[in-house]
């Protein structure tokens, strides 16, 4: 994944399976993420869908749920694609049993 961030904000190491609409995505942290590390996490993991260098940024999140402290500090996200519209993207994101939600992205 080429993405512009450097450590430690670059969490999305690499796209491990890719289908149509859905990403899984392995991620590191430097330490056990917080969920504002694991949408962050999630948002980097979304530029898997692209295969050009395109800046983008997070407007939104919503519905977004963390339902156990994560002990860990690699992790698999599956993201996936619900709504493509020229320069926005809505996503939504789960990590088992530990958080999911939505988020919004606007490509430049």
């Not at 399976?17 to 694991?38: A, G, I, R």
């Not at 979304?46 to 749920?65: H, M, P, Q, R, T």
């Not at 963390?66 to 320069?87: G, R």
Request: charged letters at 25%; aromatic letters at 8%; hydrophobic letters at 45%.
């Amino acid at each position: 994944m080429n993405l512009p961030h450097l450590p430690p904000l670059l969490f999305a190491k690499e796209v491990t399976k890719k289908e149509q609409n859905t990403l899984h995505v392995k991620c590191e942290f430097p330490y056990s993420p917080t969920l504002p590390m694991l949408l962050e996490a999630a948002a980097q993991a979304s530029a898997g869908f692209s295969d050009e260098v395109k800046a983008g940024f997070l407007v939104a999140a919503s519905n977004i749920v963390l339902e156990k402290k994560v002990d860990k500090t690699e992790l698999i996200i599956k993201v996936e694609k619900e709504i493509d519209m020229a320069n926005m993207a809505v996503f939504s994101f789960c990590i088992d049993g530990i958080t999911s939600g939505k988020f919004t992205i606007y490509v430049k």
